[in-house]
């Protein structure tokens, strides 16, 4: 078990990253890292400092379904990998995936974003 974080008295913040394709997604699985666009680091790096932990739920686009979520588990640096081909993201930053599996966005239709309108989370 680990020690309670020094920020436990902090908000939890939860993002769903969305994927262009699968491959990218089980290249994170595997090497517990992720990438995104440059216009998505400042809010994620805000949330990482600023919470107590930041959970990122995957879809790819199109599929209907949730891919899996993992815990944010460092900041994003300015390294870029080359896992991805050079599809304009950002830096790289570590993930420690928790749940990986394929659920319907049905399942989830009773979960409500207050920050979209009140509109069904997918």
Request: one cysteine or more.
């Amino acid at each position: 078990s680990k020690s309670p974080s020094p920020r436990q008295n902090m908000p939890v913040r939860y993002f769903i990253m969305k994927s262009s394709n699968l491959q990218n997604i089980e290249i994170s699985q595997q090497k517990g890292i992720w990438s995104t666009k440059p216009s998505n680091e400042r809010k994620l790096n805000g949330a990482f400092w600023d919470s107590s932990v930041v959970y990122l739920v995957f879809s790819v686009q199109g599929s209907g379904h949730f891919q899996g979520f993992a815990r944010m588990s460092s900041s994003i640096g300015c390294e870029k990998s080359q896992d991805w081909g050079s599809a304009g993201f950002g830096g790289v930053f570590k993930v420690e995936w928790i749940r990986k599996e394929s659920i319907p966005f049905q399942f989830a239709h009773h979960l409500l974003n207050p920050w979209n309108d009140n509109r069904k989370v997918q």
